[in-house]
């Protein structure tokens, strides 16, 4: 039971990243999966969720515009396509599952974190 982000590195500011969440060993259709950040000295914030099926996405408002959240359930991934990116984007993108129906197991689970770097 896991979840494996990817995609993090080094962008110029106003260049682009896709991050990719690759989950296993749970019934990833029927979470709701968010993408976190959390910037040194900081406190981890809620990027972007979308809904087990897709249908509805959130976005914070510093992200809006910016960022897409997708997912493919057949992958079991969700994706966060970054534009735009800037300096204050730089943090450690968390993916996060949260269970959509009550009795599945685990209730929630979190990655392990991929690094964006903003720097000219």
């Known amino acids: 039971v896991q979840l494996v982000e990817s995609g993090g590195g080094l962008v110029q500011p106003g260049g682009s990243l896709r991050l990719s969440c690759a989950a296993s060993?749970?019934?990833?259709?029927?979470?709701?999966m968010s993408w976190y950040r959390q910037a040194p000295g900081k406190e981890r914030e809620l990027v972007a969720t979308?809904?087990?099926?897709?249908?509805?996405?959130n976005y914070a408002d510093s992200v809006k515009g910016r960022f897409t959240i997708s997912r493919d359930n057949a992958k079991k991934t969700v994706y966060l396509q970054m534009y735009s990116l800037k300096f204050e984007d730089a943090a450690v993108y968390y993916c996060?599952?949260?269970?959509?129906?009550?009795?599945?197991?685990?209730?929630?689970?979190w990655g392990q974190g991929t690094q964006v770097t903003v720097a000219s």
């Open positions: 996060y599952a949260n269970a959509a129906r009550w009795g599945l197991q685990p209730r929630n689970l």
């Open positions: 060993g749970f019934t990833f259709s029927s979470y709701a």
């Open positions: 979308i809904t087990s099926v897709g249908g509805s996405t």
